[in-house]
């Protein structure tokens, strides 16, 4: 099991360990979180035990108040000992749910492990229930299970089972842009923005609506707003379109980057491009310089969780002067990261995969001045003494654009700004 | 296949974490897949629990099933030995791993680890979190408590209390409670288990006279065993309130063979409920739901020690169906016995109660109908662990109970100005202490507003012709307090519906209001 292994790097950026032990991170399932919310009238059923339904219940736990578009159909005895017909009972509970609630046009069947172990087919059952309610609500299927999906992943493998039901873009069609992956809807609206003062009309995927997809076609050029999302890409590739590699749009230089490979190819005037994001990059730059008085020369330390660490740690230690020591993610897409690998400061350790046993070990041993963790470890880090960030706040805080940039900078601020008030 | 948005309890697994959690010197292995470590978050951030949960997950993945998972709990099971030198380990499956049949009993007995290995089955497919911890705790029981034991007469007899786990209602407190207690009784704490108790303290189970049943829904496996086992018997009242405290001593006194002299502590219950500031109490309705143990102990509270009337009961236990069935009895009601979420909603929205008394489950449905809660039992939030200490068991309890349930009610002269003056513009819902002002805009389903617009749409199926609204009797409604306007609104169109009437007046509502008032 625990194993760790240094091979040296492809191209730019540092050396990459190859960690093998425990891993402690949520399973896909967890991103219907955030996705339950983002598409409004989409319903996410997963097909699993008891455990799938407490896991999203207690990652989502702050969010009861409101009735949930997500649900688990729970196996049980009978549908193991073939006593029911799995099938037959899935009819039964997609049937009773779209009666319940007429409003949802657009219905995820989620895999999870058992549901993959006992091998029930989603895929097949996702087309015979779409033949029965398409056109009033559209039925799919993707996995979100822990055996296969880590955490974010399961946003990927959502979005990637939406793109083949995209409507398709004519091969005359002029070119367009596609933004891919779930955003706060206000960073949505401010790239939006962005773009049009760019003369650039920006899609995105997902869209807030199901009837409201983007489409794409061979003059599709997309570009990744989150950097978890191998398997869309490469399906929207599959169908034609053209990724824009960029670094992520967090913090003033990322998201400068991010607009500048979108406006390039598509040909945005200099001139157009610097006057449309002037006041953003203006506003940005002033809230991190605030920001790098409290930051600078801190040392920060990254758990596995999001794949988001790898842009964050680039983005704490340009721009607001951090030192990543210990950068762990669970899975490294070199392509996805390439320009971001090349700007991460080659003396930062850097990982791939979780040995949390061994992660416990090194961040007791490097003592760093935050540590970004899960919900498990972070109390108990604190009570050894570790200031700590949950990983999962930043899946649930507008951080993207420049706009946000002093409010993600601020997140890490906050941690230690407490601890140096506290008396007690 | 059922259909489930939240759930009251977890799975068998999370049960038998908090055995394990509770306990010192115990590590669990469990078997199971990447992400089911998101129970430890239940503890470390619910509960605030200042070190991770003792359990090894093998997190298993895709490319494991295709070569061997047994190896890969082997390993993790020898390396979570090594690493944390428990005094005993308990291993289990999670739901996946219960499909893969690996049979982690059988394989940690092939490691040959150097301290007990206590095989757990949780059936992850019929059985639930209460369930496991109860199977957990007695697998413990019976694998540590060894031979009976020999017992000298002792001048203060020795017992252990059985039940409190991590993450359970203000277990921590009702310990301390129930341990003063004891001791004012003249008798001495032995053990107390899971919570707080090492694997050597189990062997010690023993050598106490009789147990104190804390939590019935947890404990009563092991006590039965133990019953049988060490030859002790074992309490069977639950004392929470002031009844069931006064019986709880009555029961301690008799199995230990004790004199009725000792001085007691006393409860601030008796005489708070008796002061005329609590008259606005009376026959205020209540919803009850939640575990068998707190729904049988609030129901008795509500009816005998605070005057409440009891419109709903129920219980997710469903071990205990029963009891709550026969108690639902004597209330002339029937008992609500479920674990769904929606069928809860709607019972508490039919049943226009003025308070409810839930678990976090009901909290929010009643945030959405806009009811006021306390909260009384598992599953809870992160507030329900307070800083302070706050019991539910014994005499302390019952002071704790008293103004956690009545706090959230508005007070008797407040709802009388209401009442009195109820077309000042501040005197509004939002103007309330109630807080109603965060709660989000009320859930379209049940009791939402009527307006001149939208017919009311509750229990049209029985009636031919549903009753419409007066534009006057809308607006006559609406000057009713929002807390009791929903039961204002149902009265009146059952007692319409009930006469034939097709139109609803002033008059309409005023008629209902006579025949139904109180």
């Known amino acids: 099991m625990n194993e760790s292994v240094s091979i040296r790097p492809h191209g730019d950026g540092p050396a990459v360990h190859h960690e093998r032990g425990q891993r402690s991170v949520f399973c896909g399932l967890t991103g219907i979180v955030w996705l339950h919310r983002k598409i409004q009238d989409a319903f996410f059923l997963v097909v699993g035990s008891r455990t799938c339904a407490h896991l999203i219940q207690s990652a989502a736990g702050v969010m009861i108040f409101a009735e949930p578009r997500f649900a688990t159909a729970i196996l049980d005895q009978r549908d193991l000992a073939g006593l029911a017909d799995v099938h037959d009972e899935l009819d039964s509970v997609v049937g009773r749910l779209l009666e319940r609630r007429p409003d949802i046009k657009l219905l995820f069947l989620v895999g999870s492990c058992p549901s993959e172990v006992i091998k029930i087919d989603l895929v097949r059952a996702a087309q015979r229930l779409n033949a029965k309610h398409a056109p009033k609500a559209r039925v799919i299927s993707y996995s979100g299970s822990g055996i296969e999906k880590t955490f974010t992943e399961g946003e990927d493998a959502c979005l990637a089972a939406l793109v083949p039901t995209l409507p398709a873009e004519p091969a005359t069609a002029a070119p367009s842009l596609m933004v891919v992956g779930a955003l706060a809807d206000i960073v949505e609206d401010q790239f939006a923005g962005l773009f049009k003062d760019m003369g650039v009309d920006a899609r995105f995927l997902p869209a807030r609506r199901a009837d409201a997809m983007p489409a794409v076609g061979p003059n599709t050029r997309f570009i990744l707003a989150q950097p978890f999302l191998a398997e869309t890409a490469r399906a929207l590739e599959a169908r034609g379109a053209r990724r824009i590699a960029a670094p992520y749009p967090l913090g003033a230089e990322g998201t400068t980057l991010w607009l500048k490979a979108a406006a390039e190819t598509f040909d945005v005037p200099a001139e157009k491009f610097e006057a449309a994001i002037a006041p953003g990059l203006a506003r940005a730059q002033m809230t991190l310089a605030r920001q790098r008085e409290k930051l600078g020369g801190k040392t920060i330390f990254f758990f596995p969780d999001s794949q988001l660490e790898i842009p964050l740690a680039r983005f704490l230690a340009r721009e607001v002067g951090m030192k990543p020591v210990d950068v762990s993610t669970p899975y490294l897409h070199r392509a996805l990261m390439a320009e971001e690998l090349a700007m991460l400061p080659a003396e930062t350790r850097l990982n791939e995969g979780s040995d949390v046993d061994a992660q416990l070990d090194r961040v007791r041993e490097k003592r760093p001045d935050i540590t970004v963790c899960g919900l498990g470890l972070a109390n108990p880090l604190e009570a050894e003494g570790l200031t700590t960030k949950w990983a999962i706040e930043l899946l649930f805080t507008p951080i993207q654009g420049y706009d946000q940039a002093g409010d993600l900078a601020e997140l890490f601020t906050r941690p230690l700004a407490r601890r140096s008030r506290l008396e007690v | ?518």
């Open chain 2, 1 to 518: 296949m059922q259909l489930t948005l939240w759930t009251y309890e977890g799975p068998p697994h999370i049960g038998a974490m908090r055995v394990a959690t509770g306990m010192k010197g115990l590590h669990f292995v469990l078997h199971a897949p990447q992400g089911d470590t998101y129970a430890d978050l239940l503890f470390t951030m619910i509960e605030r629990r200042a070190e991770r949960p003792p359990v090894t997950y093998t997190t298993f993945q895709a490319r494991d099933l295709g070569t061997d998972t047994a190896e890969v709990f082997k390993d993790a099971a020898r390396a979570a030995y090594e690493r944390h030198q428990p005094r005993a380990i308990i291993v289990g499956a999670s739901c996946t791993a219960e499909l893969i049949q690996d049979d982690p009993g059988g394989l940690a007995k092939t490691l040959g680890l150097p301290c007990p290995v206590i095989p757990l089955e949780l059936s992850a497919y019929s059985r639930k979190e209460n369930w496991g911890a109860a199977e957990t705790f007695y697998r413990l029981a019976r694998g540590l408590a060894g031979e009976r034991k020999q017992r000298p007469v002792r001048p203060r007899p020795l017992a252990n209390l059985l039940g409190p786990t991590a993450l359970g209602f203000r277990h921590r407190d009702d310990v301390i409670e129930i341990t003063k207690l004891l001791n004012a009784l003249g008798v001495d704490v032995n053990v107390v288990a899971p919570m707080g108790a090492t694997p050597d303290d189990l062997t010690r189970l023993g050598d106490a006279d009789f147990n104190v049943v804390l939590y019935p829904e947890i404990a009563l496996p092991a006590a039965q065993y133990l019953e049988k086992a060490q030859g002790q018997p074992y309490t069977k009242t639950v004392p929470i309130g002031i009844g069931a405290t006064r019986e709880f001593i009555a029961e301690v006194r008799k199995i230990a063979n004790l004199p009725a002299d000792a001085e007691l502590p006393t409860s601030n219950l008796p005489w708070w409920s008796r002061s005329v500031d609590s008259t606005y109490l009376t026959g205020k309705r209540v919803f009850i739901f939640g575990d068998a143990t707190h729904v049988l102990a609030a129901e008795k509270i509500a009816r005998e020690e605070i005057g409440f009337d009891i419109v709903g009961i129920g219980t997710y236990s469903r071990e205990f169906a029963r009891e709550v069935r026969a108690r639902a009895e004597l209330n002339g009601i029937e008992a609500l016995i479920t674990d769904d979420y929606l069928d809860v909603e709607k019972a508490i929205a039919d049943a226009h109660p003025e308070l409810v008394l839930g678990t976090q489950m009901e909290r929010h449905i009643s945030k959405r109908l806009r009811l006021p809660c306390a909260v009384i039992s598992a599953p809870t939030h992160v507030q329900d662990f307070p800083a302070r200490y706050a019991p539910q068991m014994g005499f302390e309890g019952a002071n704790v109970i008293f103004d956690s349930w009545v706090h959230p009610l508005m007070m008797g002269l407040e709802e009388h100005l209401l009442g009195m003056f109820r077309e000042d513009s501040e005197f509004h819902e939002h103007a309330s202490h109630l807080g109603a002002s965060s709660a989000p805009a009320p859930a379209p389903i049940p009791a939402a507003e009527p307006t001149a617009a939208a017919a009311p749409t509750a229990a049209a199926a029985s009636s031919p012709v549903e009753p419409q609204w007066t534009e006057e009797a809308t607006k006559e409604l609406k000057k009713i307090p929002f807390f009791v306007r929903g039961k204002a609104r149902g009265n009146t169109e059952k007692y319409a519906r009930e006469r034939g009437l097709t139109t609803i007046s002033v008059g309409t509502l005023y008629d209902a209001k006579a025949h139904y008032g109180r």
